[in-house]
């Protein structure tokens, strides 16, 4: 493809092709999303359904894997300290790990299980719609 | 810091919410090359079955399964996220590199 418009550039202008720099973009406009980029527009979905973030937090909740969810909570207090918590929900058969820093290991139970449920819930929704563009409730490509 | 798993802001989202709303009892159109979704329609029979069977139990074991619940659907969220990302990936970027070749 480049050869054919340096030939014809070379033609207009009356220059040998060699003269010619023809500057192509790196980056193709309809270039894919890496798994990487998706998980993060997931977690700005994700970090949005719990609420206003105060000023100065960050948050990120995402899905990492089939088996994985990640919560993250960071801010930065008066001294300039910066304050981070990570929170892995790992499922294991029928019941569901909550690992804090890599410190604290607790099984989730009762209102929490069901918070983090709700959560998932609500993610899976906004995400299958919103990035995904399929129907939440069949799976199915929404048309565009 | 926040110790406990947050709440979701259901105020919020319920503004915002259409009505196309995620309906456990809603039949999931299975993906037939992918055997692993293919549970779920095990998996929504069995909690329709525990759904109907709820109000013969005790709180106890109804706790008990709305835990169980509970995880299924985290289990299935989870599944159809993994399987709609790596859809978008095989998609995009085999249609990239056929592109580039």
Redesign the interface.
């Known amino acids: 493809m480049a050869n054919v418009l340096k030939k014809a550039l070379s033609l207009i202008t009356g220059e040998e092709p060699s003269e010619i720099v023809l500057k192509m973009p790196k980056i193709?406009p309809f270039?894919?999303?890496?798994?990487r980029e998706?998980?993060q527009l997931?977690s700005e979905v994700g970090s949005q359904?719990?609420?206003l973030i105060p000023e100065g937090h960050r948050r990120e909740?995402f899905?990492l894997?089939?088996?994985?969810?990640i919560?993250h909570?960071e801010?930065t207090d008066a001294d300039g300290a910066v304050?981070?918590?990570t929170?892995r929900?790992e499922?294991q058969g029928?019941?569901?790990l909550?690992a804090?820093d890599g410190t604290k290991y607790s099984y989730?139970?009762?209102q929490?299980?069901?918070?983090?449920?709700?959560?998932?819930?609500?993610?899976?929704?906004k995400?299958?719609?919103g990035i995904?563009k399929?129907?939440?409730?069949?799976?199915?490509k929404l048309p565009s | 810091m926040p110790q406990g798993t947050p709440v979701v802001n259901l105020e919020q989202y319920r503004n915002e919410r259409d009505a196309t709303r995620f309906d456990n009892s809603t039949e999931i159109h299975l993906h037939e090359a992918n055997p692993e979704l293919a549970s779920f329609e095990e998996t929504r029979a069995r909690r329709e079955a525990l759904g109907a069977a709820a109000f013969t139990k005790t709180p106890l074991e109804q706790e008990k399964r709305r835990a169980e619940l509970a995880v299924e659907s985290i289990v299935r969220s989870g599944a159809w996220i993994e399987y709609v990302r790596k859809d978008y990936l095989d998609r995009h970027w085999n249609l990239h590199d056929r592109d580039a070749a």
């Open positions: 193709r270039r894919g999303l890496t798994e998706l998980i997931e359904l719990f609420g909740f899905n894997d089939k088996n994985t969810w919560w909570e801010h304050h981070a918590t929170t929900y499922i029928n019941r569901i909550k804090q989730l139970e009762g929490e299980l069901q918070n983090l449920a709700v959560a998932v819930q609500m993610y899976y929704e995400v299958m719609r995904y399929r129907d939440p409730k069949t799976g199915q």
